[in-house]
């Protein structure tokens, strides 16, 4: 079940459960759409992948109480901003790689 977090590790920007600004890498860390394309360049600081839009969850019980209301999103903001120099120094050598074949 993804957690869902509610903010943007680097800029802490809002995102809710709804938001289509949010991306997350294959172990959820959670980055605002433009944070990815203009600070990260699609590479993740905290494990080199790449980011994809994550899901939004359904508001409502449309089947099986699959629903934000039964699992709802998490309240732990995991803010972590990246130091620029460092994350270049880090994506350089990966970010010319397709994130399918890092």
């Known amino acids: 079940m993804l957690e869902l ?5 680097n800029c802490n920007t809002s ?3 709804a938001s289509t600004q949010a991306r997350i890498c ?4 959670t980055f605002c759409a433009d944070c990815v394309d203009h600070v990260l360049g699609n590479v993740c600081p ?10 939004v969850r359904p508001a409502r019980d449309w089947k099986n109480g699959n629903h ?3 699992y709802p999103p998490s309240p732990t903001v ?3 901003p990246v ?3 460092t994350h270049e120094t880090f994506a350089a050598a990966i970010r010319g790689i397709p994130a ?3």
């Open 68 to 70: 934000i209301g039964k």
């Open 5 to 9: 977090r509610p903010t943007c590790e």
């Open 46 to 55: 905290n494990c080199g992948g790449g980011f994809a839009p994550r899901p």
């Open 15 to 17: 995102l809710p459960p």
């Open 78 to 80: 995991k803010h972590r």
């Open 100 to 102: 399918e074949q890092r």
């Open 26 to 29: 294959s172990f959820e860390c």
């Open 83 to 85: 130091d620029a120099a």
